[in-house]
């Protein structure tokens, strides 16, 4: 539920602020993570977490409800890269690895505090995006509520 309401929000706002605009991530960082999150759920015969815009879901998350793990998914991608480097060099970020190599480096933090929150948003993202998650799931998009425009109530005079 509490995906959905999200996805809503965060719709809504795309459609105001424009697709591309990041709250508390950084271009870097969200490179990193639409990397991260792709390998979490990658495209198959069904689009992927970077299709379903995992990527816009985790950074609203991290400036609404989830406001307090930003330092968790700071610390993570740093711990991410540095993996990176040690396990295949000359590889400078995650990003620029193979499949193969990204999940072999998922696996070395799969236990960590930052996968957990990584993997549960890519999910939530996903799974909570009308347009995509909800058809796999048979929840009928038609029943997304979007509240009328403008201010109603209840008590008033007609």
């Not at 759920?41 to 299709?51: C, D």
Request: with cysteine; glycine share 8%; aromatic share 10%.
């Amino acid at each position: 539920m509490l995906a959905s309401l999200c996805w809503s929000e965060l719709l809504a706002a795309r459609a105001v602020h424009g697709a591309t605009s990041f709250s508390v991530l950084s271009a870097a960082e969200a490179v990193e993570i639409v990397a991260l999150s792709s390998t979490v759920l990658p495209e198959t015969e069904t689009p992927g977490a970077e299709q379903a815009g995992a990527v816009h879901f985790i950074d609203a998350a991290l400036a609404g409800f989830d406001r307090d793990q930003a330092a968790v998914y700071r610390q993570g991608l740093a711990d991410v890269a540095s993996r990176s480097r040690e396990m295949f060099p000359p590889a400078t970020r995650f990003s620029g690895l193979s499949e193969i190599q990204r999940t072999a480096v998922l696996k070395s933090i799969e236990k960590t505090e930052f996968f957990e929150k990584l993997r549960t948003h890519t999910i939530l993202a996903y799974f909570g995006n009308p347009q995509f998650g909800w058809k796999l799931l048979g929840r009928d998009p038609a029943m997304h509520f979007e509240p009328p425009f403008g201010f109603y109530d209840g008590k008033g005079k007609a």
